[in-house]
């Protein structure tokens, strides 16, 4: 968050105020990290109680924590799959639209 606010004091200093860039400003710039940093607690979450878990059951052979923690895993890798199929629709939706706007010309 703090690379993120210096990196947007920067952006918006370097480009200038006649650039039309500069038109983003540094709280949509803040914005957009605070939403990266929001979408990454949920997986980070997950490994750390994936990891917890597999480290108490792994010491003490115990098969109900093993199971959760491997839930945990599971959750995790299924919130990568949604972002990875939300993110190949945003591609083909923007690849259609560059289709029709290029056609148009």
């Known amino acids: 968050m703090i690379a993120g606010g210096f990196f947007a004091i920067a952006f918006t200093a370097a480009v200038g ?17 605070m939403l990266i940093v929001a979408a990454c607690i949920y997986p980070f979450y997950g490994m750390l109680k994936y990891s917890t878990n597999m480290k108490a059951a792994l010491a003490t052979q115990d098969k109900t924590r093993f199971n959760t923690a491997l839930i945990y895993l599971k959750n995790v890798f299924k919130y990568y799959g949604i972002i990875a199929i939300i993110i190949l629709g945003i591609y083909g939706l923007l690849l259609i639209i560059s289709i029709l706007i290029g056609s148009m010309r």
């Open 17 to 33: 105020p006649s650039n039309p860039l500069s038109a983003i400003g540094t709280t949509s710039i803040v914005l957009i990290y």
